[in-house]
């Protein structure tokens, strides 16, 4: 079965490529990421920005197709990544890096063309505190979490209790903005990655940052119903079907949402059920 072509609204694992490594850039669109991000924030430095721009610029023109994660409105690079990305065909969007007010996200749609999505990477203190009215700016497609920057601005551990205040403030702010949920920071040690995609699950999140295409699997396999989870959410809405929708409890119709997400799900990601379906009542 072809892979599908996951719209970045449901995206779940993000790719982020060095700008200044253009030969990865082929090898990042043949993974399995959702989506690609090249970056031309905090994985080039200040001396290569010039070159990165201008490879992530060539490509882009040549019929190929990613997101671009551009440096901080606050930073004097922010300006020249605009004006350099405005009139680019292959640009899918941007990522905003250290998003700390809607005037960011503002400021950033007024030098691009008009209806380009912008993914607001939320990254310190200050973001958090405004992630309320950065969801709420139009221009706004997408909330991202740098729990990197985020750990040292704030000098938190890595202990995810630590971290567990500022996810729910992202995920909340996303969901009362009527926003795709937010993307989760990456996790650097593979062996962790696992657990690290089902925590974000468990928060509340739908997408996964990865600085790895070896990583795009397992945070899609993470980020996704289980083949059993489809099989049940297929016996679940038959059987409600077949009883015509006899309702025998106050859980019949969460069940019932539940089970038609999980449906939407497996046909956007292309899962299949396992062929021996499992017992919908007691799942």
Same mark, same amino acid.
Request: contains cysteine.
């Given at each position: ?13 993000? %790719? ?11 090898? !990042? ?8 991000? *090249? =970056? ?46 405005? =009139? ?23 030098? %691009? ?11 310190? !203190? ?13 221009? $706004?497609?997408?909330? !991202? ?10 000098? $938190? ?6 971290? !567990?205040?500022?996810?729910?403030? %992202? ?11 937010? *993307?989760?920071?990456? $996790? ?58 006899? *309702?025998?409890?106050?859980? =019949? %119709? ?9 449906? $939407?799900?497996?046909? =956007?990601?292309g899962i299949q059920a396992e062929a021996a379906e499992l017992d919908s009542l007691n799942y």
């Amino acid at each position: 079965m072809p892979r599908p072509d996951i719209s970045p609204v449901i995206a779940r694992s993000w %790719l982020l490529v060095p700008a200044s490594r253009p030969e990865l850039f082929q090898i !990042a669109q043949e993974s399995e990421a959702d989506a690609i991000i *090249i =970056d031309i924030e905090d994985a080039v430095a200040a001396k290569d920005k010039a070159q990165a721009r201008d490879d992530t610029v060539a490509w882009l023109s040549s019929g190929h197709r990613a997101w671009v994660r551009i440096n901080d409105a606050a930073s004097e690079f922010w300006s020249t990544d605009c004006a350099a990305l405005k =009139d680019v065909p292959g640009l899918e969007g941007v990522m905003l890096a250290k998003t700390e007010s809607s005037s960011h996200v503002h400021d950033t749609a007024d030098r %691009l063309p008009e209806g380009m999505r912008i993914l607001a990477l939320v990254e310190t !203190a200050r973001g958090v505190l405004h992630v309320e009215q950065i969801a709420n700016a139009p221009s $706004t497609f997408r909330i !991202a979490f740098g729990t990197g920057d985020f750990k040292r601005d704030t000098a $938190t551990g890595e202990d995810p209790v630590a971290l !567990a205040y500022a996810r729910s403030q %992202l995920v909340i702010a996303s969901r009362a903005a009527r926003l795709p949920a937010p *993307i989760d920071g990456p $996790t650097l040690s593979t062996d962790a990655l696992a657990d690290g995609t089902r925590l974000a699950k468990e928060m509340g999140m739908s997408g996964k940052l990865c600085l790895t295409h070896t990583q795009a699997p397992t945070i899609n396999a993470g980020l996704a119903p289980s083949p059993e989870d489809v099989a049940w959410a297929h016996a679940f809405v038959r059987a409600f079907e077949e009883s015509g929708g006899k *309702i025998t409890d106050g859980s =019949d %119709l969460p069940r019932l949402a539940r089970a038609q997400k999980i449906q $939407t799900q497996a046909r =956007d990601f292309g899962i299949q059920a396992e062929a021996a379906e499992l017992d919908s009542l007691n799942y």
